[in-house]
């Protein structure tokens, strides 16, 4: 049996892959374009020719630009705007979310200003009884999932039942979802992997093969899961499909964009001419600020997050950075 009716906040590469997906379970599936040029050559391709070619859009997904112009009140909403427009976004829709709905978040980041998780910050903008938000997140391409490989995710939320009930919407083939009510630690995962994947990028680019990515990666997840503690997150979260798994693929998987960034930082480019060259947002940039600022209001060590916040923002070398890691004090592998 078909799902009712979905609508997806985002049709970014993600976004679009979760709508395809969601296609072949639900009805009908409502896909928000937010550039009204790229929507108008989505109508006249069938495709989402600037994030995801090469996947037709299937019939029963209706595409709208105007927010106020949603097709339906749909029992589910899925956002998956860029973490840093996603307040924008719910400032607008937020009012006419149905009471009662499912919302789900599959942003990857954290607010600069506020350091809020997308899910406190959407639930800042709902009503009472659409929350709490629950976090879908986990090791997955988009190019991946729209091209049937199979996928495994997390669905996240305090409240068990609404983990469960967007568990049980997602899961179908190629997309298998698991349940959690740790959303603190599957949304951190999700988030900071992307920091350490700018690490490792700046690692290839400065020519270093597997043993320094191996490195940064364990330590990476490391200092990933000593925030993710003093924030309440379970530590056991981070070994899983949030923390862990898409750490690695991030951190290794060409189609990663923080990656890619770091691999032209490591070659010399600057960070606002990679910036301006790509049309995908590479979520990791503002990321490593807010985490870094995270760790610093909870006296938490984060020595790659710090060196990476250098790089992008202080104009820290990237030789030079690896050096004073490099450099840091010895100390037992567990502490």
């Not at 078909?2 to 609508?7: C, K, Y």
């Not at 020519?207 to 364990?218: D, E, K, M």
């Not at 925030?227 to 862990?244: I, N, Y």
Request: charge should be neutral; proline fraction near 7%; charged fraction near 20%.
């Amino acid at each position: 049996m078909r799902a009712g009716r979905i609508v997806v906040w985002g049709a970014g590469a993600w976004g679009t892959a979760l709508a395809i997906h969601l296609a072949s379970i639900c009805e009908e599936v409502a896909l928000w374009v937010y550039e009204e040029e790229q929507f108008e050559r989505m109508l006249a391709s069938g495709e989402n020719s600037d994030f995801l070619p090469g996947h037709p859009l299937p019939p029963n997904l209706h595409l709208f630009h105007e927010t106020a112009s949603v097709p339906w009140p749909a029992r589910t909403w899925l956002s998956v705007a860029p973490a840093q427009a996603t307040r924008a976004l719910w400032r607008s829709i937020g009012p006419i979310c149905p009471p009662g709905a499912l919302v789900i978040s599959a942003s990857k980041g954290i607010e600069q200003k506020t350091l809020l998780p997308v899910s406190a910050l959407i639930e800042e903008l709902l009503p009472e009884s659409c929350k709490p938000v629950v976090v879908l997140s986990g090791p997955s391409f988009a190019a991946g999932l729209a091209a049937g490989h199979p996928t495994a995710v997390v669905l996240a939320s305090p409240d068990p039942d609404r983990a469960e009930a967007a568990q049980r919407l997602v899961s179908r083939p190629p997309l298998r979802g698991y349940a959690s009510t740790d959303r603190t630690g599957v949304e951190l995962g999700g988030a900071l992997k992307n920091v350490i994947a700018l690490a490792c990028g700046i690692a290839v680019g400065l020519g270093f093969g597997p043993n320094t990515i191996a490195a940064l990666i364990t330590r990476g997840q490391r200092e990933i899961t000593r925030l993710g503690a003093a924030m309440g997150a379970d530590p056991q979260t981070f070994s899983g499909l949030s923390g862990v798994g898409d750490l690695v693929l991030t951190c290794t998987g060409a189609e990663s964009r923080n990656r890619t960034v770091g691999v032209r930082l490591g070659r010399g480019e600057t960070l606002d001419a990679i910036l301006k060259s790509m049309k995908m947002v590479a979520e990791g940039v503002p990321t490593t600020r807010s985490a870094a600022d995270l760790a610093r209001t909870r006296s938490v060590e984060m020595p790659i997050t710090f060196a990476v916040e250098q790089i992008l923002f202080e104009g820290l070398p990237p030789a030079r950075a690896l050096e004073e890691l490099l450099a840091r004090g010895l100390k037992h592998e567990m502490a």
